[in-house]
């Protein structure tokens, strides 16, 4: 079945950093696209950012409220992916899921808990 | 962007009956090369994270009860519970992932009568 054990979040000031964490087990993650997606408190699903195997390219697509501010990479060697969230906003607030796609399909499979980001002074 | 639209935003449903949500698309997420449309419904219950139900648009995922069913094609697509179930109560959201951004429909919220 695999899992993602997500890490990092907490509380964070307006303008400032934080790095999450997204370990995998139980699947192949080097053969797997990796997604963030978030979720604001009481809200919907949002779609964060992907990026493909290295033997696809490694190639990186963010959505538009974190360009530029956002950067996910990946670890194959330690199956762990990873998101680089700088200057922080309010609207960042959210549970951070990371996921990976279904290999061969794209659909996203939510295999872990995910980790509370809050951006509050 | 692809934009993502369900309808509608809740639905309550008596034990037993029929539940559909509709989502549309903005534009047709049916790649023509392998006849495949680039969509997913998910399933997301209070306190836990989504649960992939079907990709392809109406493929269902392992384990999803067949009481269940994804359908459409190019922009509208529909997911159908035949005889709601009270474990069924939940936020049902559409996807596609024909380009990014993947874009997310906003969630159907889905309660008992």
């Known amino acids: 079945e695999g899992q993602l054990v997500e890490s990092g979040g907490g509380l964070v000031e307006p303008g400032g950093s934080l790095r999450l964490s997204c370990a995998g087990s139980?699947?192949?993650?080097?053969?797997?696209?990796m997604n963030w997606v978030r979720q604001a408190p009481g809200k919907g699903l949002e779609w964060v950012g992907r990026?493909?195997?290295?033997?696809?390219?490694?190639?990186?697509d963010y959505a538009a409220p974190v360009k530029g501010r956002f950067t996910m990479s990946r670890d194959d060697s330690k199956n762990t992916l990873y998101l680089q969230m700088n200057s922080l906003r309010s609207e960042d607030t959210a549970l951070y899921y990371c996921?990976?796609?279904?290999?061969?399909?794209?659909?996203?499979?939510?295999r872990g808990q995910g980790t509370l980001v809050t951006v509050s002074s | 962007d692809i934009v993502m639209t369900q309808s509608p935003d809740s639905l309550a449903v008596s034990l037993g009956e029929r539940a559909t949500i509709n989502c549309k698309s903005s534009?047709?997420?049916?790649?023509?090369?392998?006849?495949?449309?680039?969509f997913a419904w998910y399933q997301q219950k209070p306190g836990q994270p989504p649960k992939l139900l079907f990709y392809?648009?109406?493929t269902r995922e392992s384990g999803v009860p067949d009481r269940f069913t994804g359908s459409g094609s190019g922009t509208d697509f529909t997911l159908t519970i035949s005889s709601l179930q009270a474990e069924d109560v939940a936020v049902y959201y559409c996807?596609?992932?024909?380009?990014?951004?993947?874009?997310f429909g906003q969630g159907t919220k889905l309660e008992i009568k």
């Open positions: 534009q047709n997420i049916l790649y023509s090369s392998n006849n495949k449309n680039y």
């Open positions: 392809w648009a109406s």
């Open positions: 996921s990976s796609l279904k290999i061969g399909v794209g659909a996203t499979e939510f």
């Open positions: 139980g699947f192949d993650f080097t053969n797997a696209w």
């Open positions: 990026i493909k195997t290295n033997s696809d390219g490694g190639t990186i």
């Open positions: 996807q596609q992932y024909y380009d990014t951004p993947y874009t």
